[in-house]
T-cell receptor, first 111, second 116 residues
Framework: AQRVTQPEKLLSVFKGAPVELKCNYS??????LFWYVQYSRQRLQLLLR??SRESIKGFTADLNKGETSFHLKKPFAQEEDSAMYYC?????????????FGQGTTLQVKP | GAGVSQSPRYKVTKRGQDVALRCDPI?????LYWYRQALGQGPEFLTY????????KSGLPNDRFSAERPEGSISTLTIQRTEQRDSAMYRC??????????????FGPGTRLTVL
């Protein structure tokens, strides 16, 4: 079955500390992986996608097919990074693009 | 430009009533998605439209749920005979092109439905 698992409901770190939000997936084909973020009182929005291999707001994520993981990392957390983060996947050859989301992780960056 | 809009933002209804949730996608966006998000969970796919064609409704939980997008723009998600378990945030998203993983989905603010 297709599934995305984010094992941590809440991750709390101090400003300047490294951050790693974990994401593991279960999928039989070739998925495309994404991270979405929802800041307080804002909409759910795309943060980054693995195919782009980009760094957005200092965040990076590497797809590890062997471990079926797509962890989100940032070397130095900022208070403005506090938000809800969702890992999501879609089928690599999907003709709909529908997303399968994980349960989400709340990142709390303390001053 | 305006993003995806949804109305109402909040809806409280009594068990057994029908509700209609509206989504107005970004102008020109071909694809439209509906997701449902229960408290403490991630969004869960309900249905997908390519223009006016409902190409995937595999996520609709039962036949009380239906959706339409008659002119390929605004979409309505209708829940008949609501039940308390239907209480959730209903999210709409649109993307510029038809399907495909490469197309970024832009989300609306959501409609919070509470069934008493």
């Amino acid at each position: 079955a297709q599934r995305v698992t984010q094992p941590e409901k809440l991750l709390s770190v101090f400003k300047g500390a490294p951050v790693e939000l974990k994401c593991n997936y279960s999928y039989s084909g070739s998925p495309e992986l994404f991270w979405y973020v929802q800041y307080s009182r804002q909409r759910l929005q795309l943060l980054l996608r693995h195919i782009s291999r980009e760094s957005i707001k200092g965040f990076t994520a590497d797809l590890n097919k062997g471990e079926t993981s797509f962890h989100l990392k940032k070397p130095f957390a900022q208070e403005e990074d506090s938000a809800m983060y969702y890992c999501a996947l879609t089928h690599g050859s999907s003709n709909t693009g529908k997303l399968i989301f994980g349960q989400g992780t709340t990142l709390q960056v303390k001053p | 430009g305006a993003g995806v809009s949804q109305s109402p933002r909040y809806k409280v209804t009594k068990r057994g009533q029908d509700v209609a949730l509206r989504c107005d996608p970004i102008s020109g966006h071909v694809s439209l998605y509906w997701y449902r998000q229960a408290l403490g969970q991630g969004p869960e796919f309900l249905t997908y439209f390519n223009y006016e064609a409902q190409q995937d409704k595999s996520g609709l939980p039962n036949d009380r749920f239906s959706a339409e997008r008659p002119e390929g723009s605004i979409s309505t998600l209708t829940i008949q005979r609501t039940e308390q378990r239907d209480s959730a945030m209903y999210r709409c998203a649109s993307s510029l092109k038809a399907g495909g993983w490469a197309n970024e989905q832009f989300f609306g603010p959501g409609t919070r439905l509470t069934v008493l």
